[in-house]
């Protein structure tokens, strides 16, 4: 267990819904991103955040994806009007800042498919 | 573009023996790369960290090298036990805080 936690672990959901994951990262750390991973493949980057500023979004983040770190701590990924290319694994991880490269840790992922 | 690479082929080993994992990066020099463990269902957890300056680094029975010159790092695991099995990725900053990972490679160690 790094400390990352994220929750549903597991979403099932039909096509056009909408579905949130939340992730709670090391509580002092102040960057927190969201990586999508699929079958056979490493994870992808989405977007991070430095305390509440969302600092990069990737070109795979498209119009129906929004994240948001309100107070600093906790995020959520949202994702609306789901399609079944979305269907994957969506990992949290965060990091503490520290001048040069930094550790980042991972939650266990939420694994989404959208039926 | 700028491509870090991995044999998606998955590696059979005996216990008992060394794997070697092999990445390769093309059209870039990366000042840093990353070495995870990835458990099924479950997040990468970060090994090593090798700088481009670093021949070779270890911890316990893991071992990463960094050849600039083949533009490849190679992954050893010594006296591997079935416990090690595991995906293996390969990964680089791409910013100071981006990362851009590999397709990973499976390792399956046989008792």
């Known amino acids: 267990d790094t400390g990352v936690s994220q929750d549903p672990r597991h979403k099932i959901t039909k096509r056009g819904q909408n579905v949130t994951f939340r992730c709670d990262p090391i509580?002092?750390?102040?960057?927190l991103y969201w990586y999508r991973q699929t079958l056979g493949q490493g994870p992808e980057f989405l977007t991070y955040?430095?305390?509440?500023?969302?600092?990069?979004k990737s070109r795979l983040l498209s119009d129906r994806f929004s994240a948001e770190r309100p107070k600093g701590s906790f995020s959520t990924l949202e994702i609306q009007r789901t399609e079944q290319g979305d269907s994957a694994m969506y990992l949290c991880?965060?990091?503490?800042?520290?001048?040069?490269?930094?550790?980042?840790?991972f939650g266990p992922g939420t694994r989404l498919l959208v039926l | 573009s700028q491509k870090i690479e991995q044999n998606s082929e998955a590696l059979n080993i005996q216990e008992g023996k060394t794997a070697t994992l092999t990445c390769n990066y093309t059209?870039?020099?990366?000042?840093?790369l990353q070495w995870y463990r990835q458990d099924p269902g479950r997040g990468p957890v970060f090994l090593l960290l090798?700088?481009?300056?670093?021949k070779e680094k270890r911890k316990e029975r893991l071992k990463v090298t960094f050849d600039t010159t083949l533009k490849q790092s190679l992954f050893h695991i010594t006296a591997s036990q079935p416990a090690d099995s595991a995906t293996y990725l390969c990964?680089?900053?791409?910013?100071?805080?981006?990362?851009?990972f590999g397709s990973g490679t499976r390792l399956s160690i046989r008792p």
């Open positions: 991880a965060s990091s503490l800042t520290s001048g040069g490269q930094e550790t980042q840790y």
């Open positions: 509580s002092e750390h102040n960057r």
């Open positions: 955040f430095q305390n509440e500023a969302q600092l990069e």
């Open positions: 059209n870039y020099s990366p000042a840093y």
């Open positions: 090798i700088r481009e300056n670093e």
């Open positions: 990964a680089r900053y791409s910013s100071a805080s981006k990362i851009i």
